[in-house]
Structures are given as C-alpha cells and as structure tokens.
T-cell receptor
C-alpha cells in the first residue's frame, strides 16, 4: 500500500523551515527520500536504515521511527533551490521501493 | 559515479505502433533494474523489476505482454511498449542498483501517443 505523506503541498518563504511526514501501514526496512523537479527524474537525497536513525544532508535531515512506521524530512532555512516535489520511498525488505503520495514544496523569495 | 542514461528522452508516436526505451548504467554493473511510470501530478509507480538474464517480475495490474522488458546485460535493460495507445502516454523512468539498495535513476523518457 502506498505510503501517505503530509502535507500534500506547502508554500514557504525563503529561510523558513518545513517538515514533511511519511506514514506507512506496513513495517519498514528502510526509507529513501527523493526530490523531483518538474519534468525531471527524482534525485536521491538520503537513505535511513535503522529505527530512530537521523541523517543529514546540508540543511536537510531526516528521521526514521521504525516502531511507528514513520519517517520525517526536515528542511531548515529553506532556499529557492529546495522547491520541488518530495517523495519518501520505503523499502519493505525486497529491494523494491514504494513511492509515497508526494509533497509539493514551493519556496518564494 | 553511478550514472544511468535513458534513450530516447522524448518520443511521439502514432497509436498502434511499438516504442522501445533503453536504460543503461554507464559506470557500473547493475544487478537489478526497475521500470517506473509516472502520470502528471502523480507519484512514481513501479511497473516491473528486471535482473540480467532472467524474466522480469511485473507488478500487479501491469500487462506483461504489453510492456516487454529485456535485461540483456548487466548494463542494459529495454522496455518496449507494444501497440501503444494514448492512455500509455506517460513519463517512464528506469533505475538501477549495484549491490546496495540505493537506486540510481535515469533522466526519464516522455512518451506521447497520438
């Protein structure tokens, strides 16, 4: 079943912070996060492998709560280049990724 | 490193024709390749998983006779959309992995069937 992301869309001013949540109805082995710009393929941001793990990538970090079957992506001091659609993509233990419903992020100056 | 290419990037065809899309891993050998389809304003949906030298595994609801996948080598997988119809118009994206679970995505192929 497709993971559900919230919010569906968010508009931020440059410099503001955002949190994107990803919830699954199935147990997660790992969670991948991607950002997709309009008309382009998704770009890999990070992978979280362990329950409770947090990872960072520039001003973008994420957490993974294995017990709650949830992951969250944190964007700090957003930049215009952060605009795009963010997808979580859990791995349920079989190499395949199931992409979430997506969150469209718009950063305005 | 870990670059995946797709060809063509754009294709327009008439209804009823077949279209072949190539996916290549340029600097690594891909143990597994995946094919996704994405309709406008929707998420990526996995169509099939292919391993070199074996038959592809299709996701539920994907017609294997319509979407033919050939994984001829560790660096090349092809997707052929047979007898394409307007409802097959979509953004087709491949990805590849090489020993770890990180998937490297190609740039995608936009198909428009008239």
């Amino acid at each position: 079943q497709q993971p559900v992301q919230s919010p569906q869309a968010v508009i931020l001013r440059e410099g503001e912070d955002a949190v994107i949540n990803c919830s699954s109805s199935k147990a997660l082995y790992s969670v991948h996060w991607y950002r997709q710009k309009h008309g382009e393929a998704p770009v890999f941001l990070m992978i979280l492998l362990k329950g409770g793990e947090q990872k960072g990538h520039e001003k973008i970090s994420a957490s993974f709560n294995e017990k709650k079957q949830q992951s969250s992506l944190y964007l700090t001091a957003s930049q215009l280049s952060y605009s795009g659609t963010y997808f979580c993509a859990p791995n349920f233990g079989n190499e395949k990724l199931t992409f979430g419903t997506g969150t469209r992020l718009t950063i305005i100056p | 490193g870990a670059v995946v290419s797709q060809h063509p990037s754009w294709v327009i065809c008439k209804s009823g024709t077949s279209v072949k899309i190539e996916c290549r891993s340029l600097d690594f050998q891909a143990t597994t390749m995946f094919w996704y389809r994405q309709f406008p304003k929707q998420s990526l949906m996995l169509m099939a998983t292919s391993n070199e030298g074996s038959k592809a595994t299709y996701e539920q609801g994907v017609e294997k006779d319509k979407f033919l996948i050939n994984h001829a080598s560790l660096t090349l997988s092809t997707l052929t959309v047979t007898s394409a119809h307007p409802e097959d118009s979509s953004f087709y994206i491949c990805s590849a992995i090489a020993g770890t679970e990180t998937q490297y995505f190609g740039p995608g192929t936009r198909l428009l069937v008239l």
